[in-house]
């Protein structure tokens, strides 16, 4: 069977930059596609030299490799554009994934396009698409929609700032997170949601080690007892709140305390003392106080 038989029917054109996604793991990932592209260009640019160079090696591929990353990437790009516009083609590729999703090739995208030349993106592996792949029915609060919001702040007030915004959001929220600060980022998200809430812990993807977990945040502690080790690569993903299409729960006289009060404590303990005044549970009342912050 000739593999490559639909990719030499594909266009191929010149002075065109190939965004080209590369294994996250497991090096049978790489699409046919990828792999055609990879050995006709005349150069590609990557995020490590040595790293990118042990994935070329591993398919027999010989070509110029030009360093590509986060510090260097304005100044790269007017490298790469030079060498498009003398008719060559070249390709990019971060260490893993999917180039310009948390990885650089964002800026060099923009700049070659600004250059006048063309992008060619392929599609392929990425940690994010995998992850929510297999989140099952982890999107049904917001009709299959999710947001990515990349790798969560190192500094633990920027971190909580953004976990609060997907507290109160009504589609599933996905980040990258590192695995020296997993634990201490589980320990804030118990803090910031509802018991009820599920939270996705996506571990290793496509490695021997894999695991997704979907686990409410009440019974977060218990399964971080039985962690051994928090090594390796994480997506993590907070389930959306559930939209109440019901009126208010709350009578004239609750709403105006509410609105006194709110601003000054967080969803969580406030949706706790409604709960204790009102009768009315502390899930329902917390899904209240996120869809009037959204109207």
Request: charged residues 25%; hydrophobic residues 40%; contains cysteine.
């Amino acid at each position: 069977m000739d593999l490559f038989k639909f990719a030499r029917g594909q266009s191929f054109p010149a002075g065109t930059l190939y965004l080209v996604p590369t294994p996250i793991g497991n090096l049978a990932d790489i699409t046919i596609r990828a792999l055609h592209i990879l050995s006709q260009v005349d150069g590609i640019a990557c995020e490590d030299k040595r790293h990118s160079a042990m994935l070329l090696n591993a398919y027999g591929i010989s070509k110029p490799l030009y360093a590509l990353h986060e510090h260097n990437e304005i100044s790269a790009s007017a490298y790469l554009l030079e060498k498009l516009r003398n008719g060559e083609r070249w390709a990019y590729i971060s260490d893993a994934g999917t180039p310009g999703i948390s990885d650089p090739g964002a800026i060099l995208c923009e700049e070659i396009k600004k250059g006048g030349c063309q992008i060619c993106p392929l599609p392929g592996p990425s940690a994010i698409t995998a992850a929510v792949s297999g989140a099952g029915d982890f999107l049904k609060h917001g009709n299959g929609g999710f947001q990515f919001l990349g790798f969560l702040p190192a500094k633990a007030n920027q971190r909580d700032e953004l976990l609060k915004v997907a507290a109160t959001s009504n589609i599933s929220s996905f980040f990258y997170e590192a695995p020296h600060r997993i634990e201490s980022t589980l320990n804030s998200i118990l803090i910031h949601l509802d018991g009820e809430r599920k939270v996705l812990i996506a571990k290793e993807l496509s490695k021997i080690f894999e695991e997704i977990k979907v686990i409410t945040v009440q019974d977060l502690p218990d399964w971080m007892k039985t962690v051994e080790s928090w090594q390796g690569e994480y997506v993590l993903g907070i389930e959306g709140v559930a939209r109440s299409d019901s009126p208010s729960s709350f009578d004239e006289h609750t709403l105006q305390w509410i609105s006194a009060i709110n601003g000054r404590i967080g969803h969580k303990e406030l949706s706790e003392i409604i709960s204790q005044i009102t009768g009315i549970s502390k899930k329902d009342a917390y899904r209240e106080l996120i869809e009037k912050k959204e109207e």
